[in-house]
């Protein structure tokens, strides 16, 4: 994953419209970052800061530049986009103030936002590498996962399923199971969120089953992903997604409101979580001006915390600030900030009670600000 975390900028700005210039000048910062993010060592050479710093500024103020296209506006990608600003930025003034661990760590978790909102367009919605109009340096790869992850970035699906499932063949074949089910779960969420195709997915993780060579605790997980996966077989959803907001009301009722009261953490609701959140940001995505928005911006937000800490990527978080901040009227709003007020104490909860940092407390009093009074 190293090397691909900021593959997202040479793409995000063809997937989501933003101008060609844009997206030229990130694949140019890019291409001159990629030998020093594929070493954490050579990142932090200081005889390489100078050519470092003046790739991270560059990716910045292309993003910055692109700030103008309407659809990072929307709520449906405004969260990922004021993330990976923000993670810009401050990586920036880490690296400027000598911090470049901390720099280091911004830039990856850049990853996860960028495969965060491009997991959320449409399969049809291609990107310039979908059209060959530019092909990915795979000799730059020597993980094959890391290959994966590049590819799943800029949409070449079937690529990175057979790059994640070399992955896998080489964990098991070394008889190192270290990670493995990381390049499971991607090869789910592409089936699920993306593609939403239960009957691939069924086959695949069914084969698998059947290897002698697989822990039982992996093969526990894979069963968990296929039983649900059954469930969905006959989701007309899956099919033709949602026409109308009643649809959707009605989907919400029926598939995400009963997970409120399970438990979600031992993978047995992942495939319900990545469908779901799968539908519903197609269907934000085609209709930006929905008066679902806040209910849809709470129940992203909602599926998208669980996944995360299943190990997925998501912004669950920024969800559902958004849904306060643009919202604040909406009855959908006091729910928002009770599940990210609850999200916090979870995130900083220790032996000793929650410790949340200052920051943070200071957050959700404006968070809470916003709401009309009792």
Not at 6 to 26: G, K, T
Not at 213 to 224: H, Q
Request: aromatic share 10%.
């Amino acid at each position: 994953m190293k090397i691909t975390l900021l593959i997202c900028l040479l793409i995000i700005s063809s997937a989501l419209a933003s101008p060609v210039l844009q997206m030229n000048r990130a694949f140019m910062a890019l291409s001159e970052l990629i030998p020093y993010l594929s070493e954490e060592k050579k990142f932090k050479e200081k005889t390489n800061r100078v050519i470092v710093e003046k790739n991270i500024r560059e990716l910045g103020q292309a993003f910055k530049d692109a700030k103008h296209a309407t659809v990072l506006k929307e709520d449906l990608f405004a969260p990922s986009y004021s993330v990976i600003r923000e993670n810009l930025d401050q990586s920036l003034t880490s690296f400027k103030k000598g911090d470049v661990d901390f720099a280091y760590w911004r830039l990856q978790e850049m990853t996860a936002q960028c495969l965060d909102c491009h997991t959320r367009l449409p399969p049809s919605y291609a990107s310039s590498f979908q059209n060959g109009e530019m092909v990915i340096d795979t000799t730059k790869f020597k993980d094959p996962y890391d290959l994966g992850i590049a590819q799943m970035i800029v949409r070449r699906y079937a690529e990175a399923k057979a790059s994640f499932t070399r992955s896998i063949q080489d964990k098991l074949i070394k008889e190192d199971e270290m990670d493995i089910d990381r390049p499971f779960k991607q090869i789910l969420l592409m089936g699920t969120k993306v593609l939403k195709d239960p009957e691939n997915q069924i086959a695949f993780f069914s084969d698998y089953l059947k290897n002698e060579r697989l822990s039982p605790e992996i093969k526990e997980l894979l069963s968990l992903w296929v039983g649900d996966l059954k469930e969905w077989k006959n989701e007309p959803a899956l099919n033709s997604g949602f026409s109308t907001d009643q649809e959707v009301e009605k989907f919400i009722n029926k598939r995400l409101k009963p997970l409120t009261v399970q438990m979600l953490f031992d993978g047995s609701r992942d495939v319900d979580l990545l469908l779901a959140s799968g539908l519903l940001s197609h269907y934000f995505f085609q209709n930006p001006n929905t008066k679902l928005a806040p209910d849809l911006s709470f129940w992203l937000g909602w599926a998208e915390i669980y996944l995360k800490r299943e190990d997925f990527f998501g912004s669950g978080d920024r969800f559902l600030k958004q849904c306060i901040r643009r919202y604040p009227k909406h009855p959908m709003a006091k729910q928002c900030f009770e599940h990210y007020k609850e999200n916090v104490e979870f995130e900083f909860s220790g032996s000793r009670g929650a410790n949340i940092p200052s920051d943070m407390k200071e957050e959700l009093k404006e968070l809470e600000s916003l709401l009309p009074k009792k």
